[in-house]
């Protein structure tokens, strides 16, 4: 499989593309102000605490206050935190404390962001746990004698320190000297940070995780990627600056052209950030993002296939597996996902549609885990949720219908009006009222027509939205230009 990154920077954003075999399957965007905070660390100041939730909100100097579990709280007590299940939030955590906590999950919705007390540091080839005395290796590293070999080095390097590490995909075949020369780095920038929270009042940002740029060269230019281009010599020279013995693969783009309309970018964005999706054969996606889970609808669609239905349907779920796993990362879409697959009586190709789909979640970069098949056919599926996703970061609520995706008709508008008219007359009012709304919306108030005598003037406003209207009393020797009498 071909996999090439693509990077541009303009007017402050930055842009990074994953393409495979000619498709986009990421996209990561950074702008200045962005409120994706994932890694950062910040010194934070309880601000209350919630028994019944057995949790505390923390100020982190953002918009809004922190949500910190107290699974997530640090117990430097052995003998308390083999009962942390049994501790209660209000005996580790007390308003007005100031707590050393790191973001895990950026803000959703309603939701500030997730934090945690565990503090890790990530670094190009191994990830150190501050807290937690745990050795381990990257389940990509398949190789068992790596893998025996990496493990013992990882040992080495927390024995006595009461911290642990966790060994990345990049240190396979890397020397200890190279490994310990990271941890050794990584861990002289803990005992800094722990320096600055003591000297420092909460709520007081401590550490920022690296840029989308140093993200590119420390997470993501493997041996997997054949080569990483820059549209521009000085994203080029920052990008080479940092890619070490990675150098080689970085290339530069300066054609008149720019980098992602040659790879047309943009216009698998847009269709990626659509409802529906279309297969090659004709078949199609639906996929409805909500606030607690991801919902995705097969459809066939114009595909015939061959004479076999069962054959043609398991075809057709295959691709449909294959393009959903491409739009969950594309999307950056976390959380709960539940897929409607076309129905099959076979048993066998329904373990075999299941068995394709987790084969196809080891391209996925975050954890993206198949749970299985509820007893009405619907397959369930997790991906672990660490940025909110491209449509939150892109798109924002539409004006008419406030994140419905709906508005009431224009029929269903003017009967309300009508109605309103109905209630008012009943309880009293007399004389003109004057009633505007969109010309749609008056053209349906003529047809319908008054439920009484009593006098009413209507009048178009172009201004005005679908599902908006205003009634008002009316002066009938001084009404509005365009106001005519309701018949």
């Known amino acids: 499989m071909s996999r090439t990154l693509l990077m541009e920077s303009l007017l402050g954003e930055t842009r990074l593309a994953v393409i495979e075999d000619g498709q986009l399957c990421e996209l990561y965007v950074e702008r200045p102000g962005a409120d994706d905070a994932v890694g950062d660390i910040y010194l934070g100041r309880v601000e209350n605490v919630v028994r019944g939730m057995n949790a505390a909100f923390v100020d982190i100097g953002r918009e ?24 209660r939030i209000e005996k580790l955590a007390r308003p007005g404390e100031a707590l050393l906590v790191q973001v895990t999950k950026a803000q959703s919705g309603q939701k500030g962001h997730r934090l945690s007390c565990h503090i890790t540091l990530p670094g190009r080839l191994l990830v150190v746990l501050t807290d937690m005395p745990y050795a381990g290796v990257s389940r990509k590293i398949a190789d068992r004698a790596e893998r025996d070999r990496l ?16 060994l990345r995909t990049a240190s396979e075949g890397t ?79 300066d054609s008149s052209t720019p980098l992602f309309d040659l790879y047309r970018v943009d216009a698998q964005l847009d269709k990626a950030l659509r409802k529906y999706v279309w297969l090659k054969s004709g078949g199609s996606l639906v996929i409805e993002e ?9 459809n066939t669609g114009k595909y015939l296939g061959s004479r076999d239905l ?14 959903l796993v491409r739009q969950l990362r594309l999307r950056d879409i976390g959380g709960i996902v539940v897929v409607d697959f076309i ?56 004006s008419n219908c406030g994140g419905d995706g709906m508005t009431p008709s224009h029929e269903t508008t003017a009967r309300r009006i009508a109605h309103e008219l109905w209630r008012r007359r009943r309880g009293g009012m007399d004389g003109p009222l004057l ?53």
């Open 175 to 253: 020397s200890e000297d190279e490994l310990r020369a990271e941890w050794d780095e990584l861990c002289e920038q803990w005992r800094a940070l722990q320096t600055r929270a003591a000297h420092a009042s909460a709520p007081r940002q401590l550490y920022s995780n690296a840029s989308l740029l140093e993200k590119c060269a420390r997470d993501m230019l493997d041996d997997t990627v054949d080569a990483v281009w820059a549209d521009g010599k000085p994203l080029y020279d920052a990008l080479a600056a940092r890619a070490g013995e990675k150098t080689d693969r970085v290339r530069l783009h």
């Open 310 to 323: 069962e054959d043609t349907l398991f075809k057709l779920n295959c691709e449909a597996a294959e393009e």
């Open 435 to 487: 009633v505007s709304a969109c010309p749609e919306v008056v053209g349906w108030l003529r047809t319908l027509g008054k439920t009484d005598q009593s006098p009413v003037y209507c009048r178009a406003d172009k201004d005005m939205k679908p599902g908006e209207y205003d009634i008002a009393p009316a002066d009938e020797g001084r009404l509005p230009e365009g106001a005519k009498p309701l018949k």
């Open 151 to 166: 493990y013992d080095i990882a040992r080495g390097l927390m024995r006595d320190t009461g911290m642990g590490v966790i």
């Open 64 to 87: 809004k206050n922190g949500f910190l579990s107290a699974s997530d709280i640090r117990i430097t007590d052995r003998g308390l935190s083999s009962q942390l299940d049994a501790l």
């Open 290 to 298: 909500t606030e607690a889970m991801t919902v995705v609808d097969v």
């Open 343 to 398: 129905d099959m009586r076979s048993k066998e190709n329904n373990d075999a549609l299941l068995e394709h789909l987790k084969a196809l979640t080891k391209t996925d970069r975050n954890r993206l885990s198949v749970v299985g098949m509820t007893g009405l056919g619907l397959v369930e599926l997790t991906r672990k949720k660490e940025r909110r996703p491209l449509s939150r970061q892109l798109l924002h609520i539409c």
